[in-house]
């Protein structure tokens, strides 16, 4: 049962409320939302849903229709998101697990561990209890292996996955791993569903080998029941009459389970296919189905391996499915950051002194703006942050210390660069310390079935409007009106209540503000990206740096540009952008905007950077930093 508290309720009143329905034998976890709070209320449930709309403080009592309750999407409808460590499962970063089958040595858990993690792994998984289909086959090492996990933890700064097969094993788990993994054989093992319950560490929950949808629902229900919210779902392949793959992914299970519940679901493509050279096909068709990551089996010699040595992946191969992943990841609105780990313990460092509170990262605009967008893919929801009503504010905070890290958009691909920020980069000392890049798709969003006949006012940034030219175009009797960002634009039209106003914006700005997509992907170009970089007033990630942007301007003799080009030819570094802008006050004079891969600022290209000083009049290293894919190792 679904109980919508009353508006203005207090948490007294509320508190009461719960009492009394837990004195009713329920149990009852609350939820709040944006606009209300509410009460799930699970157990035997034997009264009129009437009856709970007498009790005190209760506006309405709706029935979950679904079996399962704490785990549906009817109960609680923003995605979950399971903390490990430092890692969140469900957000906007994907998240790899990465590992052997089995624990089989120290020597060779730590050589695996060493070669995901530069990879891009953030968990590392290896079972030391080992279900398998027979008795003579390798069993795991048991407490040895979880002591060899720990350690792995503690070298590599990964947090462990390794499977609980027996209640039994529930004290080794407390004391050694960060995620107790539920076996697909085990799916269906109610004792052990309940134990890992009770345990309270985050749960991978594998579908059992011919599980339905529902059945695997049921059992993290089983889980969640036991107060443990924390559960992560792994689609594993099932059984299926195809018997050229070890079993058959079902990948549908993606936007199934997404509909039907707030869990973050992981794919296991190694067990599903059962063989290495199908392993990253299928991987990276689950991102673009929209997993939330995924759990790979990598072996530095699989063919030693004591266990699944034919699905797993060698480093290598491990290394390039990571590469399509950052490249395929924006495209269903997700990041793969290379830097994950190492961005929580540099931000946790730049915190104020302890026993205060994390210093924050600072974005412009409003919430479900794209700036707002681009700070949660790099930074991830989890680090505290805040918006700004300013570009110009954002640089403030950063220079004034009251933010540790800013992001701003520097680029679209379709519209060019951002002058103003261009600007204020030469202005304020600050530097930039990294980048990310988004993919933009635009949305019509309005009032559900506005016609778009009736529109007459569309509220946007004034980018916005050249993104989606051609739609405009067949619109020409639509006043635009130009807004500071896309959500302010949303929630200017939701505020108006004018039946002929609408705005163009991103998806999480129509969630935001309880809007709805009229039209979807309205930009003229689908490969519409904005580039934003992250600018601090100290160093951040400790490199290595691939990239540098410049800022300079050269005196008006002719070859004096090209001069500089030369040195970046001669050195056969890769220029990425040369724009040239009109200076300010001085006619026909101008500066250039240079991206280089190179960290231009290392001690190699120290006589670069004197030369380049030379023949320059001007210059501004405005900083180097990752370029956010993997290039080394
Ligand atoms: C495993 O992850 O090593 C494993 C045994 O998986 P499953 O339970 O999906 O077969
Ligand atoms: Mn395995």
Known sequence: ??????????????????????????????????????????????????????????????????????????????????????????????????????????????????????????????????????????????????????????????????????????????????????????????????CVGRIGKPVLLKRGLAATIEEWLMSAEYILSEGNDQVILCERGIRTFERYTRNTLDLTAVPVIHALTHLPIIIDPSHATGIREKVSPMARAAIAAGADGLTIEVHTEPDKALSDGPQSLYPEQFKQLMRDLYVIAPVVGKQLDFSYLEKAKKLKATSAPPGKRPRKVVYPGEPGSFSHKACMHFFGAETPHENRSSFRAVFEAVREGEAALGIIPVENSSTGSVHDNYDLLLEYDVRIVGEVTLRIEHNLIGRPGTPLADLRRIYSHPQVFQQCREFLEQHPDWDLVACQDTATAVGRVKANQDPEEAAIAGREAAALF?????????????????????????????????????????????????????????????????????????????????????????PEHRELLEELRKRSEFLKVLGSYPKGLVTEN
């Open 1 to 194: 049962m679904i109980l919508v508290l009353k508006q203005g309720i207090s948490p007294a009143e509320t508190d009461r409320l719960k009492e009394e329905l837990r004195s009713e034998g329920h149990l009852v976890k609350e939820i709040k939302g944006v606009e209300e709070t509410i009460l799930g209320v699970v157990g035997t449930i034997r009264k009129d849903p009437r009856h709970f709309e007498t009790l005190p403080g209760v506006a309405k009592a709706v029935p979950i229709s679904k079996p399962y309750k704490l785990v549906s999407r009817e109960l609680h409808p923003a995605p979950s998101i399971i903390r490990v460590g430092d890692v969140a499962i469900g957000g906007d970063r994907l998240v790899v697990i990465a590992g052997p089958c089995a624990v089989e040595s120290r020597g060779r858990s730590l050589e695996i561990a060493r070669a995901v993690k530069s990879c891009g792994a953030v968990l590392f998984r290896g079972g030391a209890f080992k279900p398998r289909t027979s008795p003579y086959s390798f069993q795991g090492l048991g407490e040895e292996g979880l002591k060899i996990l720990a350690e792995v933890r503690e070298e590599t700064g990964m947090g462990v996955v390794t499977e609980m097969t027996s209640t039994s094993q529930a004290d080794l788990m407390m004391k050694y791993v960060d995620v107790v993994q539920v076996g697909a054989r085990n799916m269906q093992n109610f004792e052990l569903l309940k």
């Open 514 to 602: 309880g809007m709805t997509v009229l039209n979807q992907g309205i930009e003229s170009n689908p490969r519409n990206f904005t580039r934003f970089v992250v600018i601090s007033a100290d160093e951040f990630l400790a490199g290595p740096n691939h990239k540098s942007s410049l800022i300079y301007s050269v005196s008006d003799q002719p070859g004096s540009l090209y001069e500089t080009l030369k040195l970046f030819a001669e050195r056969r570094i890769n220029l990425v952008k040369l724009e040239s802008r009109p200076l300010h006050g001085k006619p026909w004079e101008y500066l250039f905007y240079a991206d280089l891969e190179a960290d231009i600022q290392a």
